[in-house]
């Protein structure tokens, strides 16, 4: 699986959008970009995946470059509770499903 | 609705002692995971089981063990606690490419 490298952390002010960048060079054509958080003391929680379209749900926005070797991802209206460590993850479709974590972004909302 | 549940959520045990976490999905996933998660590594892989009979070795999976014999369950064992395995272990399960949904996790404190 393709190493990732992400900022150790960022500030955002609430209600601003929060852009999360992920650089992944190594990427190979099969593998897909994850994205998880870790809101402190609990379960990591899914966020959203993709190939190589962009891709939106009721979360967030995933943002993929045409070489597939960085990401953003964007919370569109940051709040308080999106306070978390970010992990972006890359790992191949039906690889068995493993989830390699590396150390993550530490997004801090302020009001 | 399925979830998945650890038990205890906080366990202290003496050193040498053995302990098992128990994990329980109700999604009918066939594939499970085990993590533990410190302070300064993040969350790294301990066992991994991808069906019924079927496990696996993680990054970090000396002085653990794991069974799975049924698609619901998969138990961690610790089959003679160190100081070195307090952590807080999360358990995982998922299947394919689709995302992994995580336990809430369970704080364990070696004496």
């Known amino acids: 699986d393709a190493k990732t490298t992400q900022p150790p952390s960022m500030d955002c002010a609430e209600g601003r959008a929060a852009n999360l960048p992920c650089n992944h060079s190594t990427i190979s054509g099969n593998e897909y970009v994850y994205w998880y958080r870790q809101i402190h003391s609990q379960g990591p929680q899914y966020i959203i995946h993709?190939?190589?379209n962009n891709e939106t749900n009721e979360m967030a926005s995933l943002i993929i470059t045409e070489d597939r070797k960085s990401s953003t991802l964007i919370l569109p209206h940051a709040t308080l509770r999106d306070t978390a460590v970010y992990y972006c993850?890359?790992?191949?479709?039906f690889g068995g499903g493993k989830l390699i974590f590396g150390q993550g972004t530490e997004l801090s909302v302020k009001p | 609705d399925a979830e998945i549940t650890q038990s205890p959520r906080h366990k202290i045990t003496e050193t040498g002692r053995q302990v098992t976490l128990a994990c329980h999905q109700t999604?009918?996933?066939?594939?499970m995971f085990w993590y533990r998660q410190d302070l300064g590594h993040g969350l790294r892989l301990i066992h991994y089981s991808y069906g019924v009979q079927d496990t696996n070795k993680g990054e970090v999976s000396d002085g653990y063990s794991v069974s799975r014999s049924n698609t619901e369950d998969l138990p961690l064992t610790l089959e003679s606690a160190a100081s070195s395995q307090t952590s807080v272990y999360f358990c995982?399960?998922?299947?394919?490419?689709?995302?992994?949904?995580f336990g809430p996790g369970t704080r364990l404190l070696v004496l």
């Open positions: 999604w009918n996933h066939n594939n």
């Open positions: 995982a399960s998922g299947d394919s490419e689709e995302t992994q949904y």
């Open positions: 993709g190939l190589k």
């Open positions: 993850i890359v790992r191949v479709a």
